[in-house]
């Protein structure tokens, strides 16, 4: 009964104390859209050349909200640490976590998902646009509206940073007695086929080498939590 109580309680704790960095997050995106929608223009094209494409727009106001949501899906990016510093803050008081603990969450957070979001730019976008494009022929010839060309590439980049923090997500339910590690060991093959599927709906292509681009780094990255938990003697 007391822990049925307890679990509600540090939820509303949680709660309550992220409202107090909710607003002025809010306030820190929309000023960071507004400044970055600015140095939209020299983005996209940098984003063009790096794939390799060339957009068309199918509306007039089409081009205005693709660089809009293109400074959006930056400020996210470019503001990150700021969110997952509010965001540990706010689980930190209720689960109890140090100070030393709070920094090597919010680092260790950072960390991985700008590796991730790099991951994906550098290596898994390319090869999955190549792969797409590679149905073109003499009387199929892409045209690529650069409203969703902009949405495509931004949440795929911020889903797979988002998806690389899970030895973070890993340590923090161990550390607050969630899961063991050992159900963590005992359930490798489960991992797997959760990261398989994960691969196969994240991946821009069905095709095996992407899905292994990202699904390989992905069980890599459990094992890397299974570690972190036994280094630091978290049963």
Partial sequence: MTDAVQKPNQLVAVIMELRHYVRLLLTAL????FGIYFLTPALMQQLQGHLGQKLAFFAVAEPFLAHVKLAFAVTLFVFMPGIVYCLWRGLAKPFHLTTTSLAWFVFGTCVLFYSGASFCYFIT????????LGFQSVQLQPVISIGKF????????????????????MVFIGKV?????????????????????????????????????MGVPLYMLYELGIFILKMLRIP
């Fill in 30 to 33: 929309v000023l960071g859209t």
């Fill in 150 to 169: 902009v949405v495509f590439v931004s949440v795929f980049i911020l889903a797979f940073g988002f998806i690389f923090e899970l030895p973070i997500f």
């Fill in 125 to 132: 976008l390319p090869f999955g646009v190549d792969f797409l």
């Fill in 177 to 213: 007695g969630v899961m063991t590690r050992s159900t963590f060991e005992r359930n490798r093959r489960y991992a797997l086929l959760v990261i398989s599927i994960v691969a196969a709906l994240l991946t821009p292509t069905p095709d095996v080498v992407n899905m292994m681009l």
